[in-house]
């Protein structure tokens, strides 16, 4: 059984956790507090970040290289385009998400607003609260302008892209932190996707402490 | 004809550039005050970053998916093994020097000392520095271990992870911070691959104000 070391509001372990379930790979999901660092863990991952995936024999970790690896080699249903310009535009995109997105919104409030508290490292700093609620206006306006021209983020079909930018997304609101209201381009493509079976899980996790507004997990939000 | 929007200092920069070399890809260099986010350079990169290229008429960001890119149009020499597991391993590594090594090492020594003066943004913090500076022995004893058990980072031939490392330690031997007397593994490792043509191009680099010592561009060092 493949397995992964992982938070629930991790938009990394989420971004590997939708392209294993949209692919139908068997995942067992382990919580790792991996901010404590225990020796087991550092020594499956020396870079001590989450995910770690155990697969095919082997300890991955970084959560682009494993999306890439699982695209290789369970290549049914793809996630990647054939053509190197679109495959091009979906890495593009992921690394838009997992760097830019991830530094100027995820951590501003995400980890403001629960990692500190989980990770026991006091209370949000109310300054990158702001800074990360004013940012995550230009990025829903960066999708739209997308999705104007576009079925799905990286083209027309559904890529990586879209779960790297659902990923983050997802865990954001959970905290009630993203304005659907604010476009309805936004809004139709993540309830396309959050209709997907390979969603239900994440629609399901418990973060204990905070429990997730109603309007998480209805398919109709 | 290629060009490439770039500081001569900049890590992902030259990964990029030892790309294009080592494939024969001919490319023109501007620098680019990226720092200054102007009109024109938000217009080709929303993300504000460096490297921007032009190519195939394209205006390609991201180093890593730039490289990808190249490397599925331009497959001759390989910079990727065709295993998956292989591969996998490839990007790992990328990403374990553009982001642990770049956070950790790249980012408290360069950009204190260089890109802090460059952009006027005052004088290097001595806490960061000395941090970088510590850090930067458990990577290279990383490499040493990994050079221990193979003739190439990631495996028995040279991939993108050689030229994501050699990168990053390019950029800080213009700064003589890096000790090679620590490893002969890592030594040997680097005069290899600083002794190949594609190279020649990061050894003649000048930055202004911050002339590079004289074993940076000695292949004897």
């Not at 956790?17 to 068997?26: F, G």
């Not at 800074?131 to 990025?139: M, N, P, S, V």
Request: some cysteine; proline content about 7%; charged content about 30%.
């Amino acid at each position: 059984m493949n397995r992964m070391f992982h938070v629930p509001l991790s938009p990394f372990c989420r971004k590997v956790r939708l392209v294993m379930a949209e692919k139908k790979i068997e995942l067992e999901l382990i919580e790792e507090k991996y901010w404590e660092q225990s020796p087991e863990f550092m020594r499956r991952n020396p870079a001590g970040k989450i995910p770690v995936v155990r697969m095919d024999g082997r300890t991955l970790s970084e959560s682009t290289p494993i999306c890439e690896y699982i695209e290789e080699t369970h290549p049914t249903p793809s996630l990647m385009p054939n053509d190197p310009a679109a495959r091009y535009e979906v890495r593009r995109l992921v690394a838009w998400f997992d760097d830019k997105f991830h530094n100027e919104v995820t951590s501003k409030l995400l980890y403001e607003r629960v990692n500190k508290k989980v990770m026991g490292q006091g209370y949000p700093d109310s300054k990158n609260v702001k800074a990360g609620a004013q940012k995550i206006k230009y990025h829903l306006d960066y999708m739209t302008w997308l999705l104007d021209q576009r079925r799905w983020l990286a083209g027309d079909v559904m890529t990586l892209a879209d779960f790297a930018a659902a990923a983050h997304l997802s865990c954001l609101d959970y905290i009630s932190d993203v304005d659907w209201n604010r476009s309805a381009n936004v809004k139709d493509w993540y309830a396309k996707i959050k209709s997907r079976p390979a969603f239900r899980g994440l629609l399901a996790d418990q973060v204990s402490g905070f429990p997730p507004p109603a309007h998480y997990a209805d398919l109709d939000f």
